[in-house]
C-alpha cells in the first residue's frame, strides 16, 4: 500500500506570492491533517479534513486555508508569504476522524520564503 | 488548552545505556498519549501508544506507561543502539484528530 504523498518535496518562494501544496492521503483515508513545522515553535497543528470539511483549525492567520477533495486528497495554500512561513510542512492520513485513529505522516514540504 | 512538555535535549548516550526521555502533560479529560520518531530524513512514525490511564505501550523495545496520577508518559529502553538515534515527540490526541506535540528531544547514540 502507497503511504503519504506530499508535493512538490521542496519548494522556493518569494515574500508575498502564494503557494500550494498538495498531499495524497493513503487509499480509503478519508481524514486528511496538516501541521507545520520549524525550529522554533516545533509542530504546530494547522488544519483537518474529513469528508471534504474542515473539522479543526489550529491558530494560524487567515492566510493559511486548506481543502479537501472527494477523492480524499487536500491541498493547502499560503497566500502573501512572509519569511516565516519558512518551514516543513507534513501531512498525515487516517482512516477516520476521531482520535482512535493513527495518523500516518508524509515526508513533508520543505518550504523556503526568501 | 492541552499542551505537552518534554525533557530538553539532545541528548547524547553511548550503545546499550539506558535511556529515559521524560514526557508530561496538560489536559482536560483524558487523552490518548504517543511517542512518535523522526528518524533523518524520514518522515514521523508513531513509536507506542496508550489510549487509557495504566496501559503501557510498546515498541521496538521502547516502553512508556501513562500514568494519570502524574500525568506522565515517560519514554524508556534498557539498551540503546545507534539506529535509536532521531528525534523524539510526545503527543497527545483528544477527541479530534489534532495531534498537540511536545517541542522534540534529539536523542544521539555513539557508539
Known amino acids: 500500500k502507497a503511504g503519504v504523498t506530499q508535493t512538490p518535496r521542496y519548494l522556493i518562494k518569494t515574500r508575498g506570492q502564494q503557494v500550494t501544496l498538495s498531499c495524497s492521503p493513503i487509499s480509503g483515508h478519508r481524514s486528511v491533517s496538516w501541521y507545520q513545522q520549524t525550529p522554533g515553535q516545533g509542530l504546530q497543528f494547522l488544519f483537518e479534513y474529513f469528508s471534504e470539511t474542515q473539522r479543526n483549525k489550529g491558530n494560524f492567520p487567515g492566510r493559511f486555508s486548506g481543502r479537501q477533495f472527494s477523492n480524499s486528497r487536500s491541498e493547502m495554500n499560503v497566500s502573501t508569504l512572509e519569511l516565516g512561513d519558512s518551514a516543513l510542512y507534513l501531512c498525515?492520513?487516517?482512516?477516520?476522524?476521531?482520535?482512535?485513529?493513527?495518523?500516518?505522516f508524509g515526508p513533508g514540504t520543505r518550504l523556503t520564503v526568501t | 488548552g492541552d499542551s505537552v512538555t518534554q525533557m530538553e535535549g539532545p541528548v547524547t548516550l553511548s550503545e546499550e545505556a539506558f535511556l529515559t526521555i521524560n514526557c508530561t502533560y496538560t489536559a482536560t479529560g483524558y487523552p490518548s498519549l504517543f511517542w512518535y520518531v523522526q528518524y533523518p530524513g524520514e518522515g514521523l512514525q508513531l513509536l507506542l501508544k496508550a489510549t487509557k490511564a495504566d496501559d503501557k505501550g510498546s515498541n521496538k523495545g521502547f516502553e512508556a506507561t501513562y500514568r494519570k496520577e502524574t500525568t506522565s508518559f515517560h519514554l524508556e529502553k534498557g539498551s540503546v543502539q545507534v539506529s535509536d538515534s532521531a528525534v523524539y515527540f510526545c503527543v497527545l490526541i483528544q477527541g479530534a484528530q489534532k495531534l498537540v506535540f511536545g517541542q522534540g528531544t534529539r536523542l544521539t547514540i555513539n557508539p
Open positions: 498525515a492520513s487516517s482512516l477516520g476522524a476521531s482520535g482512535g485513529y493513527e495518523q500516518y
